[in-house]
């Protein structure tokens, strides 16, 4: 990150407003939304995701505070805003793959990382644009989206779409958000360990001076999730679907060359 020039600091810096913002908006999808622009500055994963990863364990962590104090605070509420009987079994599946997908992470080339992130995300494009989100109906299928959703976010953090297919069967609307923020500090963690037992570079001054952008992205996101509880989102995941359609295509096009 020294070795990168103002302006692009400066495009870094309004990609992570923008992630805040679909984090905390949507529960998901700060990765995945928000990756293929910072490959398109400065093509080396391995350098974003330590940065992304402090920053959700960070504001993933104060969000589920947050929501565990509100339940404390009402006596009428009964019932936790994180479902922990569905988040521990679904653990259990995909502990396994995460770790394996971590160690391709660690050992794959930047151009292969990379081509790889712009494929996923490619899929992930057309399903929000022809609104035809991945689904799951039968108990072996959720075993197999489980098991590659840990696999992908263990090798680029981007594979919520998946993860996000079986839990929104089992997991109540009003307890998803909070339950899918526990889940990504787990998978984060088990990544941390993994980055810090290889002696990857963590960014962590670069991460402290992108929490300002982050921490506003956050703010709006907020005030996001308040009015998509409102509305019918379809329109916003189409724009975002071309959008991430067009970056795709400029991504491996440059990969390809």
Same mark, same amino acid.
């Given at each position: ?106 050992? &794959? ?36 989206? &489980? ?28 307890? &998803? ?74 991504? &491996? ?5």
């Amino acid at each position: 990150m020294d070795a990168l020039s103002l302006s692009q600091y400066a495009l870094i810096a309004l990609v992570f407003v923008w992630s805040g913002i679909v984090r905390s908006g949507l529960g998901f999808g700060g990765a995945v939304l928000s990756l293929p622009f910072l490959l398109l500055i400065d093509d080396r994963p391995q350098v974003y995701l330590p940065i992304i990863s402090v920053h959700l364990l960070l504001f993933g962590g104060l969000t589920v505070l947050r929501g565990q104090q509100q339940y404390r605070k009402d006596p009428q509420n009964d019932t936790s805003p994180v479902n922990w009987a569905y988040l521990k079994k679904a653990m259990a599946i995909m502990i396994i793959p995460k770790i394996v997908g971590v160690l391709g992470l660690i050992s &794959l080339p930047n151009d292969v990382l990379s081509g790889i992130i712009f494929v996923i995300v490619f899929a992930y494009s057309l399903s929000y644009i022809f609104n035809k989100p991945f689904k799951s109906q039968r108990p072996w299928l959720d075993t197999v989206f &489980l098991i590659l959703g840990g696999y992908i976010s263990g090798t680029s953090l981007i594979g919520a779409p998946l993860i996000i297919a079986v839990f929104s069967k089992h997991v109540h609307k009003n307890q &998803l958000r909070d339950t899918l923020f526990v889940l990504w500090v787990i998978l984060v963690a088990i990544k941390m360990v993994a980055f810090i037992w290889v002696g990857l570079d963590l960014q962590l001054k670069h991460a402290v001076y992108l929490l300002p952008p982050v921490a506003l992205g956050h703010w709006i996101g907020l005030k996001l999730h308040r009015r998509l509880q409102q509305a019918e989102p379809v329109m916003f995941f189409r724009v975002i679907g071309f959008a991430l359609l067009s970056i795709c295509f400029v991504g &491996l096009y440059q990969v390809i060359a």
